[in-house]
């Protein structure tokens, strides 16, 4: 037995055992290769719809947020439009509105109210003539009593009661007297004074004297 010697069988079988080897070898790699490819476009879909979902996923919420939300405790407002004015006819015409009243501004403390002063009349001119008197008679022209002792004179125009101031350019007397009667008569002269009022203011004897006269 030990002298025999036993074929090997891997030196047998060494092309068949190669070609199985290869067949298998073969195979697998065939298997791998079909295996890695449906990973990869596994993979590849798995990308694909991740990515696709993504943008799909922002616009849902894009257009979730512009879409308006309704609240639940807020109700439409009724809108009131007014009343037409060919509805109601017989409604009176609206009233205008009243003017806003006007105060009138106080019065300044400081302002001192104008005192106005009456102005005075102005005085009657004086005038110069020739006088002379009179002492007989017995009703003046105005109707009354003629005195010859009065404070009485005679003139052509004067309203009667005229009251006049009589001066004696000569010596400067003076006699107030009143019209009651009509004259003198005379170009020269223009007062005829009863012989009382004479007498304040000249002698009887000088009969005719130069007098300034105004009207009080």
Known sequence: MSGRHRPNPTTRFTPRLRLVLSAAAASTMALATI?????TDGDSADSVDVV??????TQDRADRAQRPTAS???SPRPTVKPPSPSASPDAP???PA????TTPPPASPSAKPRVTTPSRPAAAPVRTCGASF?????TTASGEPFDPDGLTAAHRTFAFGT????????NGQSVTVRINDRGP??????????????????SLGAGVITVSYQVL
Request: hydrophobic residues 40%.
């Open 185 to 202: 008569f005379v170009d020269d002269r223009c007062l005829d004074l009863a012989r009382g009022a004479f007498k304040e203011i000249a």
């Open 35 to 39: 295996g890695i490819l449906g990973i």
């Open 134 to 138: 009179y002492e007989t008679g017995e």
């Open 93 to 95: 015409p609206p009233k």
């Open 98 to 101: 009243a003017a806003p009243l």
């Open 163 to 170: 009251r006049l101031k009589v001066t004696n350019t000569a």
């Open 72 to 74: 639940p405790t807020s």
């Open 52 to 57: 696709e979902a993504v943008p799909r996923a």
